[in-house]
Structures are given as structure tokens and as C-alpha cells.
């Protein structure tokens, strides 16, 4: 990664915000756990490293620490947040326990001009999130800027700065001109991470790995799988088969639409599999939500362990494995501890007998859409919504059968249809319908009904770690309401969700 910035994580959930606008910048930026050994840090040749922000407290015992020589290699450094508590007890400053601490919005006063506030204005809105402070800053440290507490701190010999705010969020106003100034004036970073320059090298790298032998993916048709096809494809044409699994719980019409949108469209050999009816069986009577998350997951894992060996000469597994499911499968407390195990991370089982093909592996989600688009793929489908692996099994609350999935399927198709009408689709960022196990009365024609409730949701973020519901307005909701209750047999009761996450999930299950 030589010439790039390397974002030691020590836990923050803006750490993958941080690496995309560096990114955004077109330089390149790698996330890696704080515990990395120095001797792999420095082989990397970074042009400059961030600390980034974390739980932990730098008095804890248990505190997550990096070496003082990595601070002292000459290398450009930006502590943010819990990064500049930790340069600040490396160095011997004082970090105590704030009164109230700071959360959310704040003003930034610049007392002292450095590098990293080049063209910032002195006073401005910023994004804090901490309790403890920095209460004494060491020797040889100035202070550049207060917001009630020690806000900024810099060593210009050492080219060391710390801020006690997060300037990768939206609400940093002029966050993304600091981290500019760290990056290019500060680093004298390169720009040296293209999109096209990625697709060209690695339709090359996919080539050489895989020769003459044939790759097997399995195509969802959401983004990640879809354009991971695309680009093997590409690559290696027929040497690659698709194998799409129906479950039954996906959206309407999807098995007709993925074999259209890549099996006509992209020209890709894709094999459908109906395996409907064996899912369906795996979860009779199945209403606990992890149970049924495991009964889809290893049904899945069956068929598609099946299905894949009926092709000859496979010698590869591709999968739409993107960084952001790397990064949440390393550990910043060593390799015992994993923040989460994803489901595309971490090999295979042996006996599948396949190697392992991930295109994808280094590029964030909006890379991906990216990548997608210069590929050829329509923007309706490079920009649709997540969609879970276990589909409608965990947005129908309960038992699971073949009529609920049915009804379930004929209102969402409705919400998504009229999202896109009212071009709202693209303004909100997951939508979606669960079916609830609860019955109430109606009444319809002068008759009187008995039957499911169903609940709209929907949500806006950035990453999906925090969620905010959407303000839909009323008359869209009061049209959703009438068509789903109107057009969709065994729904006579339409709810909308405004929770946030946290305290809720986006998902209901």
C-alpha cells in the first residue's frame, strides 16, 4: 500500500467512514486492528497513519495501546478522538475522566493556527463523541483549538496531531477539508486509487489466477454478488457458472428478474435452482428468530454444496465477500476476540474442495456501486436496497409458511413500486414491509375481516450502524396504506415504523 494512509482501529464505528473519504480523495486508505506488529506496519510504507477513535480509556488496565517508537518513526500521525487521548498519554500529557463528557454537536474555536486548520474558518461546528479528556497536553504539544475542552493538539517537529473531534462525519463542517490537509499537505499522500485503474487490474489478476479452470458464484441478485459476476465474467466468460438459489422467501418475481437482468442482459450462465419446497419444510412450525436464521443458512449451504458439485472441473468459489465484511471480521483485541464473524469472511468448509475467489475484498459498498456502473450494470440495480440472506423468513415475524410469504411478497412489491414512482426509492436508504402473527378486525364491503397486520419501514443512513426512520409524507403513506389493504388478500391493517437504531434494529428480526 505503499503512498497510502493506513487508520489503525482501535474501535470506532466511524472507522470505515474515515477510510472512505480517504478514498473519496482518491487515495488509497487500509484498515487494520492496533495491534498489528510495528515491523508490518512500517513494511507498509504508509504515507501517514490515523489513530482512530475507540471505547476503551488509555487509564483502563485493559487499555488499547500502540508503542511510543511507532509514534516516533517519522511518520505523519493524526490521532482522532480516543487517537489523541492516546498520543497524549504516550507522550505524558494527562487524560481524566470528563464531568459530563461531549456528545454530538459542538463549536470549535481555533486558538492557534497549525497545518491541519489550513483555510479551516477559526470558528465552526464539529462532531464530538467522548467522556474522557485531555486535561494537560505533554511537553512540546500546543493546544490549537478548545470547544469547552482541549479540543486540538499538535507536535510540528514530530508531525504528530490530535483532535478530539470526529472530522470524518457529515456534521463536522469542515471536517473533510482537515483531513484533506492531513492527507495531501500533510502526508504528501498521492492519488493513486482509481476505480477504473482497479477494474482493469483485477479482470487481469482474475485471468492469471484462474487459467483455464472454472468458477462457481452464487448470485444472489443483490449489488455485491451481482457485480462480483459481472467482473469474473468479464475476466473469464463461460468458465464461470452462477448458481441462483430460490428459497421461496425472496422478493416477487426475483428468479424472473435476476435470469433477465444476467442471464439475458450479461449473457452470464446462470443456473436456477427451486428450492422452495425444502426450505419451506425446514421451517414448519420454526418461530424463533435465531432458529430460523440457522434452518435457512444451512439448508442453503446443503443445496448450494450440491448444486455445486454437479459441476465438473470447479475448481474456484467466488464470493461477493467487500472490505467492510473483512474489517468486521478482524479483531481489535487480538484473534480471540472478533467484533463480528461475517458470513463471506474466513474460508470455507474443506470438504467443499473449492479455493476461494474475492474480487471484491477491497472495496466499500459505494466502491462496489461504482465498480458496478462502470461495468455496465443498470443503475436500478447497482442501487438497490440490502436485502438479508435469510429474506422474508426473518420479515415474517413467527412461523413462516408458503401463504404468509405469499402475502408478505404482494405488499412489499407494492411499497417498492410506489417508492420508485414517487421517486423516493433512492432518497431513503432500506424499505421494506414485515407481516406481524397478529390478526384484528375489519371491515370490507359491509363485511367483517379477520386478518394479518402488516408494518412499513423504513430507514435512512450512512453506514447502518445508526439508522434514522424515514420521513415519508403522509399523503405517499396514506396511499401505501390504501393500495396494500385493498390489493393484498389478508391484510387489513397497515402500521408505520418510527423507531430509530439504535434503541431498534433496522430488520425486525
Known sequence: ??????????????????????????????????????????????????????????????????????????????????????????????????????????????????????????????????????????????????????????????????????????????????LSNFVFNICKAEKNWFLTNYIEKTIAEIKEKVGSQKVILGLSGGVDSSVAAVLIHRAIGKQLTCIFVDTGLLRKDEDKKVMKNYGEHFDLNIKLIDASERFMKKLENVSEPEAKRKAIGNEFVAVFDEESHKIEGAKFLAQGTIYPDVIESQSVKGPSAVIKSHHNVGGLPEEMGFELLEPLRELFKDEVRKVGEELGIPHHLVYRHPFPGPGLGIRILGAVDAEKVKILQEADDIFIEELYKNDLYEKVSQAFVVLLPVKSVGVMGDERTYEYTAVVRSANTIDFMTATWSRLPYDFLDLISSRIINEVRGINRVAYDISSKPPATIEWE
Not at 20 to 28: A, K, N, S
Not at 74 to 79: A, E, N, R, T
Open 1 to 178: 500500500m505503499q503512498n497510502g494512509i493506513l487508520i489503525l482501529d482501535f474501535g470506532s464505528q466511524y472507522n470505515q467512514l474515515i477510510g472512505r473519504r480517504i478514498r473519496e480523495m482518491e487515495v488509497y486508505s487500509e484498515i487494520i486492528p492496533f495491534n498489528t506488529p510495528l515491523s508490518e506496519i512500517l513494511e507498509k510504507k504508509p504515507a501517514g497513519i490515523i489513530l482512530s477513535g475507540g471505547p476503551s480509556s488509555v487509564n483502563s488496565e485493559t487499555a488499547n495501546l500502540v508503542s511510543k517508537e511507532l509514534l516516533e518513526s517519522g511518520i505523519p500521525i493524526l490521532g482522532i478522538c480516543y487517537g489523541m487521548q492516546l498520543i497524549t498519554h504516550l507522550f505524558g500529557g494527562k487524560v481524566s475522566r470528563g464531568t459530563k463528557g461531549e456528545y454530538g454537536k459542538a463549536e470549535l474555536e481555533i486558538t492557534k493556527n497549525c497545518p491541519l486548520f489550513a483555510g479551516v474558518s477559526n470558528n465552526s461546528v464539529v462532531w464530538m463523541s467522548h467522556f474522557d479528556e485531555v486535561e494537560s497536553v505533554p511537553e512540546n504539544f500546543d493546544i490549537n483549538a478548545k470547544s469547552g475542552v482541549i479540543a486540538a493538539i499538535s507536535n510540528l517537529e514530530k508531525n504528530i496531531y490530535g483532535i478530539q473531534f470526529h472530522p470524518e462525519v457529515t456534521h463536522t463542517e469542515e471536517g473533510g477539508k482537515m
